[in-house]
Each structure stands twice: as structure tokens, then as C-alpha cells.
């Protein structure tokens, strides 16, 4: 029998239209607000001060939301979320008007504060509106939307930014999140009931959610390599706008062609990934069938990336390396449903999004510093030296472990 259509789930459709939108509008402003700071301060530190500004306060709010995710109404986490981030997109806007790159800092950085809110609980409602057969698939529905939106997006973005300047571009995106507020108001959604116990401490149910992580070690795996693929990623940013920008000088043009290649590799990579799980069940065996060599080839395509030096081999090498990148997030995104319980997902997730921007945390300011000393061939050499180190320490640690977990539970039911 054929399995139903996501879309044939009333919250699945209303959540999707939402961040259709949405992801346009910050698809659409990332593009813009690039080659808006670079053109105040032109040099490697502004654009890694752009992405300080939207990572690291991810880091410490992720830290502070999971209990609370765990706890409140995802619904009404996500409506206020996206409420919030429209007031504050305006606010960017005049901060733009006024050429004031420290007010725009700080107004990123609040942005990126109420989003560290919204998505573990776009992430942790996921399962409770979709049934657990159908979770890589909405995953993988998730990251088709996110390609298509970066494709369309960027690519216009780079266009219309010359033809009618950032304004209207910023107000898109302001507007977006209300629209994407609007979707949520209309899901019905009913959290799943957990059962009730006497609340502990605060800092209790954040270590509660790390000694979670720490005991599965599917989400071990999955923190460690997802770490090192976003302190990777932290310096590509770096080196990306650097090579569109200075070394081949295409501009906005350039970025917007650049950021669109990426999205298609995207889209590639999750319709291989949707089609690869259309008949085969989710286990642990997609770690080592797609998990650790998709990291280790991207790794691979980075430093082959980074060592061209024509605009259109860069290109095609560019999207090779990012069909790969795919099959890490998809991967890691569904783990994290997977093996995560209902009534500790919020704080699963942002235990991993803390990970994960402690990396970037790390990365983004060292290479925004050393990264102007360092060649870019060496540099691509540096992080494909990074992702195939890491995956080739954890998959035999896996391995090992599900291997001896396996015998535990062996011997308790013997």
C-alpha cells in the first residue's frame, strides 16, 4: 500500500508554507547583507563578524531554551519566535539606513537569539506531527525546501539587490516571518502527553538532556561529526567570500551564482537521500553507508574546491563537494528525532545546536584573524584534513560501541 503524502497532514503543510516563506526571506537577506557590511568594512573580519554575530548567540541561548522547549508549548515557542524576528528584521533595516555596522551587529545578534528558540522546536514538533515512519522523509522535505529556497533566493537576491537596492529585499524578509507566524496560529496542534513528574532544577534538566546525548551513542556520533563539519564550515564562509569577492571579483552577481550552485548540490543530494530511504527503513547502518563517507568526501571536495582557479571549475567542483555535504545534515537532522524521547527532544536538539555553534564559535574568529595569512589551496588542504580525521576517529568508535551494546542486550535477554 502507498504510503500518504506529507502533504495530506494539515500541521506537516502549514509548518512547510511557513518556512517557505520564511527561508526565502532569509535566503534572500543573507545574500544582501554580505555585500552590505563587506562595502562599509571591506575585509575578511566584517564578513566573520556577520556570522559571529549570527552563530554565537546560538551557542548561549541553545543552552539556556532546551528545558524550557521541553516544557512550553512548541506552538506558541515558534509564534512568538517568529513574531520577535519581524519587529528586529525592520530594525535591521533602519540600521542599514543609517551605515551603522555595530547596530546591525547587535540587531543580528538579537535575531539570531529568538531563533536559537525556534529551532529545537521546529525540530522537536516534527515528530509529534508526522508518524515515526515518515521522519526522514519530512527531514528530507525539509532540506529539499531549505535548496530550492536558497537556489531561487540567492539567486535573485544577488540581481535584485543591484536593480532596486537592499531595501525592498530586507522588507521581504521582515514580512515573511509574520506570514510564517500566521501558518502556525492556523496548525492544530496538540503536544503529546508526557507523563508528570515533580519539575527538578533548571540546571538539572539541562544536564539531564548532555547525559542523554552522552548514554546514545548514535547521537555521540552525530555530535562530534556534525561539530567538526560546522568548524569547517565557519572558515568555508571565510574563504567563500573572500574567492567570490577579491579573487575572481564577481560581486553580488557572484555570490548570488555562488550561493544558488550550493543550493543545487543541496537539492541533489536530498532527493538522492529521500529516494536512497524510499523503500529501506531508517537504522543505524545509514552511518556508515552514508554518514561518515559523505563526510569524508566532502571533506575531500573542499580542499579540491579551494585549490581551483577558474571561476567555472570552482563552480562545478562546488557542487560535487555540496550533494555530499547533504548527506551529513540530512542524516544527523533525523537522528536526532530518532533517537531522541518526546519529552527530552528540545533539549537533545539544542545540546546539539550548542555543539554545533561552539565550533563555528571557534573557527569564525580564528580564521577571521589567521585566515588572511593562510593561502587558499592550504586552507581548502586544512579542512579537508579536519572532516576526514574526524570521520575515520568516530566510525570505528560507533562501531565498537553499538557493537558492545548489542552483547548487553544479548546477555540480559539470555
Known sequence: MKEPSLFHNRNFTLLYLGQLVSLFGDWFRGVVMIVILYELHPSAATVGGMFIATILPTLFGSIFVGPFVDRWNKKRI???????????????????????????????????????????????????????KQIIKATSSFAILNSITMVVASALGGFVADWVGPYPIMYFDAFSYLFAAVCIVLMRYHPQPTEVKVRPPYWQQVREGYDYVR?????????????????????????????????????????????????????????????????????????????????????????????????????????????????????????????????????????????????????????????????????????????????LLVSPWLKAALGDRAKEKSTMHA
Open 78 to 132: 515558534m509564534i512568538w519566535s517568529n513574531l520577535l524576528r519581524f519587529v528586529l528584521t525592520l530594525m535591521i533595516v533602519y540600521g542599514v539606513y543609517l551605515q551603522n555596522i555595530w547596530l546591525i551587529y547587535a540587531l543580528i545578534v538579537a535575531s539570531s537569539l529568538v531563533s536559537a528558540a525556534f529551532q529545537p522546536a521546529r525540530t522537536a514538533m516534527v515528530p509529534e506531527i508526522v508518524e515515526e
Open 215 to 391: 548514554a546514545t551513542p548514535q547521537l555521540v556520533a552525530v555530535f562530534w561529526i556534525t561539530a567538526a563539519r560546522d568548524f569547517v564550515l565557519g572558515y568555508v564562509y571565510i574563504l567563500f567570500a573572500i574567492f567570490i569577492l577579491e579573487v575572481v571579483q564577481t560581486g553580488n552577481t557572484g555570490m548570488g551564482i555562488g550561493y544558488s550552485m550550493t543550493a543545487v548540490a543541496y537539492l541533489i543530494g536530498a532527493w538522492l537521500i529521500k529516494w536512497y530511504f524510499k523503500k529501506k527503513p531508517f537504522d543505524e547502518s545509514a552511518f556508515f553507508k552514508i554518514f561518515f563517507p559523505c563526510h569524508i568526501i566532502y571533506g575531500v571536495g573542499l580542499g579540491v574546491m579551494f585549490s581551483m582557479t577558474g571561476w567555472y571549475w570552482f563552480l562545478v567542483a562546488l557542487v560535487v563537494t555540496y550533494i555530499f555535504s547533504q548527506g551529513v545534515n540530512i542524516i544527523a537532522e533525523t537522528s536526532l528525532m530518532t533517537y531522541s524521547r518526546a519529552d527530552n527532544r528540545g533539549r537533545v536538539v539544542a545540546s546539539w545546536l550548542t555543539a554545533s555553534r561552539l565550533a563555528y564559535a571557534i573557527s569564525l574568529p580564528l580564521f577571521s584573524v589567521i585566515g588572511v595569512y593562510i593561502p587558499t589551496h592550504i586552507g581548502g588542504y586544512i579542512l579537508t584534513g579536519v572532516c576526514v580525521i574526524s570521520a
